[in-house]
C-alpha cells in the first residue's frame, strides 16, 4: 500500500547494488517514487512513516532482464490448445509471483504484455515494472517458428492466416527487409521498449539446429536502423561466433544466451561494451527435465555444454557486462521454481554471490537504461540503493552477499517443493509504493 508521508527505513546494512559488502547501519528516507536521503543521521520529522529494519539488509529490487510473461504454458500446449484471453489471464499470475519473490523489474523478450503492464500501472493488478520488445522476430524456419511444416509459408502465397505463435501476439514471422521494417515498427507502435530478433539456433524450436546463423546482414541492418530510429536498441536471442559477429556488425546492443562464444568472440563482446544475458541452468543437467526441450537436441546440447564450461570464467576475465536472465517460461508455477533455481545455479556458475546480485541489481539497471527515451523510467536510476533513484527496495532478514537462500534461491528446480512466501524478504517496496511488509 502506497503511503502519503515519506517513508523512513531505519537502521539498516546497504547493499547498493555495486559493492562486494553491506554497509554500516544507516538510515533510507523515500519520499515519493525516489530515495531522498541516506545518512548515519536520525530523522526527527514527525510525519515520516517508520520501517523498523533492525539491522536488517536494504537492497534494490531485483531485476529479470529475460523473461516471457506471456509463454505461460508449456510451448507445444500454447501451440495446440491456448488462446489469447488464456495467455493474459495466466500472465497476471506470473507478474504477481515475480515481484512477490522481489523482482521488482523486468525485460519481456517475447510476447505482447503490453495491457498487463497497462494493467499494472493503473494499480488493477500487482506486478513488476516491464520493459517489453513485444513479439520476437524470427525469420522462417527460425528459433521462434513454431508452425506446423505441413503448411506452406504463408509470406509465400499471401498472408491467408497466421501460425499460432503469430496469432497469440507472440512471434512475427517474417523474412526480407520490407517484412522486418513492418515488424519492428508494428511492435514500436504497440509500445515496445526494444526489439528482439532471433539470431540463431535453439533448443525449444522445431526446425532450427543450434548451430544455425538467421538473417541475413541485410535484414539485421534492417531490424536495427529501423529500431535506431526510435533511439533503443535490438537485442538477439543467439548462440555461435559467426552469428554473433553478423549481430555485432548489423549495431545490436545485447546478446542472450550466447554460451557457444569463443576466446575471439568474447574480447570482441567486451571490446564493443556489449551486454551478455546468459542462463546458468541452460548449462546445467536440469535443463534436460524440461519438457520445452526437443529431445532430438538433447545430445548435442549435452556435447556442447561440455566444450564451453569455460564462459562463466572467460566473461569475467574479460570484463563483459553480464546482466540476469532467467529466461522464465511455461506454467506460473515452473517459473517461479526456475528464478529461485537460477539464482543458485548463477552462484555456483559464476564462483560468487557479489556477482550474481550486481548481475540482478545494477548491471541489469544499465540494461534496462538502454531503451533511452523509450525507457518510461527516466526520473531516476533502476537497480541501485543512491539518493535519487527509484525506491525500488527490499528489506531482507539476513545477509543475501553470503546466503542466497534469503532472497529464494534453492538447490533444486523440477523437484523444488511446492512454491510458497519467501519469509526472509521483509518489505518489497516498488517506487515508494509498499507491496509488501512484514517488518
Same mark, same amino acid.
Given at each position: 500500500m502506497e503511503s502519503s508521508k515519506p517513508i523512513l527505513f531505519s537502521d539498516v546494512r546497504i547493499f547498493d547494488g555495486r559493492g562486494d559488502s553491506l554497509s554500516e547501519p544507516q538510515n533510507v528516507l523515500v519520499r515519493g517514487e525516489l530515495i531522498d536521503t541516506?545518512?548515519?543521521?536520525?530523522f526527527t520529522d514527525q510525519h515520516i512513516d517508520v520501517i523498523e529494519g533492525c539491522g536488517r539488509t536494504l537492497m534494490p529490487g531485483l531485476i529479470d532482464?529475460?523473461?516471457?510473461? =506471456? @509463454?505461460?504454458?508449456?510451448?507445444? =500446449? @500454447?501451440?495446440?490448445?491456448?488462446?489469447?484471453?488464456?495467455?493474459a489471464i495466466r500472465s497476471t499470475v506470473v507478474a504477481r509471483d515475480m515481484i512477490m519473490d522481489g523482482w521488482t523489474s523486468v525485460r519481456d523478450v517475447g510476447g505482447s504484455p503490453f495491457g498487463l503492464r497497462r494493467s499494472i500501472e493503473s494499480g488493477l493488478v500487482v506486478g513488476p515494472r516491464i520493459f517489453a520488445s513485444g513479439p520476437f522476430i524470427s525469420q522462417t524456419s527460425g528459433h521462434g517458428d513454431f508452425g506446423c511444416v505441413c503448411r506452406p509459408n504463408l509470406h509465400l502465397h499471401g498472408r491467408q492466416g497466421l501460425d499460432q505463435f503469430e496469432q497469440l501476439g507472440l512471434a512475427h514471422i517474417v523474412d526480407g527487409r520490407d517484412q522486418i521494417l513492418a515488424a519492428v515498427r508494428q511492435n514500436l507502435r504497440s509500445g515496445a521498449n526494444l526489439i528482439k530478433v532471433m539470431g540463431g539456433g535453439g533448443g525449444a524450436s522445431p526446425y532450427d539446429p543450434i548451430d544455425t546463423t538467421q538473417y541475413t546482414i541485410e535484414e539485421w541492418?534492417?531490424?536495427?536502423?529501423?529500431?535506431?530510429?526510435?533511439?533503443?536498441?535490438v537485442t538477439s536471442h543467439i548462440f555461435t561466433p559467426r552469428a554473433i559477429k553478423r549481430a555485432i556488425e548489423s549495431g545490436v546492443k545485447c546478446l542472450e544466451h550466447a554460451f557457444f562464444m569463443d576466446e575471439e568472440t568474447i574480447k570482441l563482446v567486451s571490446d564493443r561494451g556489449i551486454y551478455v544475458v546468459p542462463q546458468a541452468w541452460a548449462m546445467s543437467s536440469e535443463l534436460f527435465s524440461s519438457p520445452n526441450l526437443d529431445v532430438e537436441k538433447h545430445e548435442a546440447i549435452k556435447a556442447l555444454q561440455n566444450e564451453y564450461s569455460y564462459l562463466p570464467k572467460m566473461l569475467l576475465d574479460y570484463g563483459v557486462k553480464v546482466g540476469y536472465g532467467s529466461d522464465t517460461l511455461g506454467p506460473p508455477e515452473v517459473s517461479q521454481k526456475c528464478r529461485r533455481y537460477e539464482l543458485f545455479c548463477r552462484a555456483k556458475w559464476f564462483g560468487s554471490i557479489p556477482e550474481v546480485l550486481k548481475q540482478a541489481t545494477s548491471v541489469s539497471g544499465e540494461i534496462l537504461a538502454l531503451s533511452g527515451p523509450r525507457n518510461p523510467y527516466r526520473n531516476g536510476s533502476l537497480g541501485v540503493v543512491e539518493e535519487g533513484a527509484y525506491a525500488d527496495l527490499l528489506l531482507i532478514d539476513g545477509n543475501p552477499l553470503e546466503d542466497l537462500s534469503v532472497l529464494g534461491a534453492n538447490s533444486k528446480w523440477w523437484n523444488a517443493n511446492a512454491p510458497k512466501d519467501i519469509e526472509t524478504m521483509c518489505v518489497i517496496m516498488k517506487g515508494g509504493s509498499t507491496v509488501k511488509n512484514t517488518a
Open positions: 541516506i545518512s548515519c543521521g536520525s532482464t529475460h523473461v516471457h510473461l =506471456d @509463454i505461460n504454458r508449456d510451448i507445444h =500446449d @500454447i501451440v495446440l490448445h491456448a488462446d489469447r484471453s488464456d495467455l541492418k534492417a531490424a536495427v536502423d529501423a529500431t535506431e530510429d526510435w533511439g533503443t536498441y
